[in-house]
């Protein structure tokens, strides 16, 4: 993947700090675009996550769901107090994506237990990607924070384990969970692409930079593509087609 | 109020350490029967704040409930690790006081956000007299966990602050809340007291220590007064009738 660095001899995978770039308004624009979707994601994700936890067969897994609920307000809360460092009102910022990341978790409710992990860790491997994509075309000091945010909370090998398990006592399972992953990934691409429609700078710097100006469809679709690409990887490691 | 350390010429306020005290079966008993209650006490205040967090005006306030509940997930870990260092298991030892706790929540279902935020309120003040009762009757390690425990999640000032907020703005509002909080109350003592009637070890803790033998229901009544007139007078604090 080509970075911004480079192009711009400031060094091999960085575009400079946050300092030197926030004078661009284009690009302080997108960046606060970026924390305020995150901000809520996570938020977002710390709901579900502890909604879900009804679910659990037991205490130890009520207790896991938990953990890894709290380990996404942790990420919400340095996003947020990012946002407010930089002279952005952390509500303001993440009020676009409410309704967006709202309705991708009313159209994905799990009804039980197996929905709710293969869900998480779906919707946890799909931030990561796309943590991954942005992150090369960041300042040091917002990749720094994103990168930090992406840390493992957990959810991977707990819903893994779970649901492999699952499908091993009961073979019938997994059809209905691959049914279920192809409808996760589909809401979720269908609310990032009204995402990308209605956000300007953030999808110019998603898919080049925020020098890029205008908005490459394409470029976009590129990005996509390598997301469900990986998607129908990890399905296939869980032992579930897509 | 009298501390067994005193008797014992331990040192005042101090009965000994838990390498000393659990040596006693029926004292080892109790502290775990203690420590599941409360973990499975501030594992269902998370979830029960994580999903009161759906009544939220705004985001703000959404994720000020995200971070109580989140510190309440960060208490129940120490205590669970706790039970778990001990030798204990931690579902176990939960298990007893699952249906009280449910039993309570289900009974007490806020319908609306200033509802949920006196729920908050008045559980987390009702939890804190509590700890403080119990907590001169126990062993200095697990009185350094159970204090360190009852450190404020800043539920109090938050709710507080929104309750009089919304007192002020429709007075009429503070009608309907006196009544929640007295009802409120009300299933408390009534789980509390299924609580007692059921075990023994841990009844005997609160009433006087783990060698007092039988079981004292005056001394239990007494202790459920102290916390309700406690009750009552938080109650007019927030400007509302018990």
Redesign the interface.
Known sequence: METQGETQGIGAGSIGDWAGRSADPEYRAAVVDLLGALA?GE?SA??RL??D??FAP???D??AL??M??AE??H??LL?DRLAAVGAD??EA??PF?EPLDGFHRLTAPSDWLEGLVKAYVGDAIATDFYREVAVRLDDDTRDLVLGVMADTGHAQFAVDKVRQAIQENPRVGGRLALWGRRLMGEALSQAQRVVAERDALSNLLVGGAQVQGFDLVEVGKMFNRITEAHTRRMAALGLAS
Chains 1, 2 share one sequence.
């Open positions: 809520y938020l710390f709901e502890a909604e936890a009804k037991g205490l130890a009520k207790a938990a953990r609920a709290s307000f942790q919400f809360q947020h952390p509500d993440m009020t409410v």
